[in-house]
């Protein structure tokens, strides 16, 4: 097999030499090679570096992924490479102007960096935000002057496929056609995102959102923000009542209370506090302050639960619009439009009122069919037609509508487990299998059954479905949690002298399931906490150069392992973070979660008892251990807020990811 010659080059170009490879080493092998080859030039961990391909440019490229070959990326010979960090920076603005600036890893897909930025803000359903690409005149925005984040966003269409008519009203009716939502799916540098451009943070899915009170202030702060701005630049149309009635909220959350002395005709701008089509109408500032003396025994985060209740009961509200072209019945000419996708229905509205004309439930849609110019959806046999529809959008509309549905089937999984939902009357049986060995926890629903009245001198008798069956009375070991998977044998256990602890009797079944892995979770946890007192035991190695070389290659492969399982278990923590929504908790993903992080512990420990041992320095060694365990720590204490009718606020369950 011929060699391949590629031209390697550390970031920036700085040092580049030409490195030899067979065409089937990995990606991962790859960058071993290069490390030892640039060792001087290049620090850091290794698993913090990657392979680059840029185009020429150097505005977009590809991350090669570790388990490739690199013949499976057809390179050439003389074809350059960048190893390069994977982590990069990424400024993030929030819809009230605020930047925040994140440290990502470069390498992943968006969906995978949305879990990041979203927990470090803060916000746990990160599904239904999305990060939208700015225009250039936004990202040189003075924030002061703009202090109510009302952004323009970039759309690249060629002016060419412009519609006068059309563009005009688009303008007008303030239609998501123009939203640039970076893609999910792709890398940011695959998109041509780099550390200077800013991306602004913004809700894209209305699904769970009338869940959000004053119990989730970030993600209240974002709704109103967003709410706030749809009402003022007309996208929810509004009656001039309706708008003096917000514009009360609004003056409230950002003067306080009304003050007489003060708040007086001339002291508001009033286009930051109406609509457009209300600016000028006479006498208008008094009815706002009208409004605004209601709210006087509002605090700040009160007034912006009424301000989002009240918008939430807007019909346009949850609605996400686009402008199309539809066929006029009986006539070959095609019309204005709008179309409207709800996380419950796809829409028909009217272009110029934005009233609802038609509403199709999403559980109607068979299927649907997207083209670079038109949109078309098939109701199967609620429909005796297709609807069809002229757009450019036909991508976007479909990703929204894949993507109300793909939450849907979510959330439906945890009313899908085995078991009744809120069976409270069940109980929980726990029997001992063996001494030392196990427990298993089984559910028991409440059946009527005829009593018999039996004498408690007789042996204790079982009765499962199959007949009688005896059993040995035996003592009930110090009370266990588990969690078992198979086939069990469903039956009364019948009273003894013995105590039977039943358990969580108000806790649903999948609430019970995952106290279970909660507390194996722990007991792993505590084993792992005392296994990383000491080192793994290892032969002592001598100074010759094949011992110095196992050494290096082991401590490499054990740090690419560790970070591996790290990377693992931080996608399981933000899923719990994400699940534990306080109104609409996804248990059965918090039990898969702490699941995987209780498969995760003993592969981490056993990685860094290795590591630490094969350390020149012991002193480090001994430090890595206890920072190993205080991870141990902070993943305990994220399983003790997840626990189910945990008493700490939803907070500390954030804070405890957080410090993890």
Not at 148 to 158: H, S, V
Not at 474 to 482: F, S
Request: glycine letters at 6%.
């Amino acid at each position: 097999m011929s060699t391949l010659s590629l031209r390697i080059q550390l970031e920036g170009g700085r040092v580049t030499k030409t490195i030899q490879f067979q065409p089937n080493t990995t990606v991962f092998d790859a960058c071993k090679v290069i490390r030892d080859k640039f060792a001087e030039a290049v620090q850091g961990q290794p698993s913090e570096y990657g392979l680059f391909i840029s185009d020429e440019q150097n505005q977009q490229g590809v991350w090669l992924e570790p388990g490739r070959t690199l013949g499976y990326y057809i390179l050439h010979n003389q074809d350059t490479l960048e190893y390069r960090r994977k982590t990069r920076t990424l400024r993030v603005r929030m819809l009230d102007g605020a930047v925040k600036t994140i440290l990502v890893d470069d390498s992943q897909p968006v969906s995978q960096l949305m879990v990041v930025i979203c927990t470090k803000i803060g916000i746990t359903n990160h599904e239904e935000y999305g990060l939208v690409r700015e225009d250039n005149e936004a990202q040189n925005e003075n924030l002061p002057d703009n202090k109510f984040g009302t952004l323009t966003l970039k759309r690249k269409i060629m002016e060419k496929d412009r519609d006068a008519k059309m563009e005009s009203l688009r303008k007008k009716l303030k239609t998501d056609d123009e939203m640039n939502w970076v893609d999910v799916s792709r890398t940011l540098r695959e998109q041509g995102i780099d550390e200077a451009e800013t991306v602004l943070l913004r809700r894209r899915f209305f699904f769970s959102d009338q869940n959000i009170d004053s119990r989730d202030p970030v993600q209240l702060n974002l709704l109103y923000v967003q709410a706030r701005d749809a009402i003022l630049d007309g996208t929810h149309p509004v009656t001039q009542d309706k708008a003096c009635e917000f514009a009360g909220i609004q003056v409230h959350i950002q003067f306080g209370p009304h003050n007489e002395a003060k708040h007086k005709t001339g002291f508001l701008d009033l286009k930051d506090f109406l609509p457009q089509s209300y600016v000028r109408t006479k006498g208008i500032e008094k009815k706002i302050f009208s409004e605004h003396r209601k709210h006087v025994d509002l605090s700040e985060i009160d007034a912006k639960v009424l301000y989002t209740k009240t918008a939430r009961e807007l019909p346009t509200y949850g609605v996400t619009f686009f402008l199309v072209k539809e066929k006029m019945n009986g006539k070959n000419k095609l019309v204005p439009r709008l179309l409207g996708v709800t996380k419950d229905s796809v829409l028909r509205l009217d272009e110029h009122t934005k009233e609802i004309l038609i509403s199709w439930p999403l559980t109607t849609v068979r299927r649907w069919g997207a083209s670079p110019n038109t949109f078309t959806l098939d109701f199967g046999d609620y429909a005796n037609q297709y609807y069809s529809v002229q757009t450019t959008e036909a991508e976007q509309i479909v990703q929204l509508i894949a993507g109300y549905i793909d939450i849907i089937l979510k959330k439906k999984q945890t009313k899908d487990h085995f078991g009744i939902e809120g069976d409270e009357g069940s109980t929980m049986v726990e029997e001992s299998v063996a001494p030392s060995k196990a427990t298993f926890l089984q559910h028991e629903t409440n059946r009527m059954e005829q009593l018999n009245v039996e004498s408690l001198a007789h042996p204790g008798i079982m009765r499962p479905y199959d007949g009688e069956r005896s059993y040995m009375e035996n003592e009930v070991q110090t009370v266990q949690y588990g969690a078992f998977v198979g086939q069990v044998n469903h039956a009364h256990q019948p009273p003894t002298t013995k105590e039977v602890r039943i358990s969580s009797v108000n806790l649903t079944e999948p609430q019970r399931a995952l106290l279970g892995y909660i507390s194996a979770g722990q007991d792993v946890l505590i084993r792992a906490d005392e296994e990383l007192r000491t080192k793994a035991p290892i032969q002592e190695l001598g100074s010759d150069l094949r011992s110095i070389e196992w050494r290096e290659n082991t401590l490499d492969t054990s740090k690419q392992a560790v970070s591996s399982h790290v990377a693992t278990m931080s996608a399981a923590t933000a899923q719990i973070i994400t699940a534990s929504h306080p109104d609409e908790v996804d248990t059965e993903a918090i039990s898969a979660s702490v699941s995987q992080i209780a498969q995760t512990i003993p592969e981490v420990t056993k990685e860094v008892r290795l590591i630490a041992a094969l350390m020149e320095n012991d002193t480090n060694g001994d430090q890595l251990l206890e920072a190993a365990r205080n991870l141990c720590n902070a993943f305990s204490d994220l399983l003790k807020a997840a626990e189910p009718k945990s008493k700490e606020p939803p907070q500390h369950l954030i804070n405890a990811a957080i410090l993890y």
